[in-house]
């Protein structure tokens, strides 16, 4: 919540998937969404997410699923929040070719914050 609050803050465009005790993310089609428990390892999610991969291409719109392990703290939720701000400019900084540059853009992040980031490109 620290992230969306900042980013909605700096003018991006913020949706939460989290409601009472369960996470909800694309599925393989828009009625069978992936739900998951709080507490599931984000691992454990993005290992499941790269199905998107599988699913019926029907808007070809480029889909960009990363993982930044934050603890949960509140120091950790506001560290966390900036790092998230600092990754979405620099991605939105690419923002003509993010695609084709977005390999460069987490590289220099990880170098930056020394912190290894988990993603993956899809297309639905």
């Not at 003018?11 to 599925?27: N, Q, R």
């Not at 499941?48 to 930044?68: A, G």
């Not at 603890?71 to 506001?78: F, L, S």
């Not at 400019?89 to 290894?116: C, L, N, P």
Request: proline share 3%.
């Amino acid at each position: 919540m620290e992230a969306h609050a900042l980013l909605k803050r700096n003018g991006f465009d913020v949706c939460s998937y989290g409601t009472g005790a369960h996470v909800k993310l694309p599925g393989p089609s828009i009625r069978e969404p992936n739900i998951y428990e709080f507490g599931t390892p984000y691992k454990h999610m993005f290992e499941e997410l790269r199905h998107l991969h599988n699913r019926d291409h029907v808007l070809l719109k480029t889909v960009l699923v990363i993982n930044l392990e934050v603890k949960d703290n509140h120091e950790e939720a506001a560290a966390g929040a900036r790092l998230t701000l600092d990754l979405c400019q620099a991605i939105e900084d690419a923002a003509e070719s993010w695609e084709e540059s977005i390999d460069e853009v987490i590289a220099a992040f990880e170098a930056k914050h020394r912190r290894k980031l988990l993603y993956s490109i899809s297309f639905y």
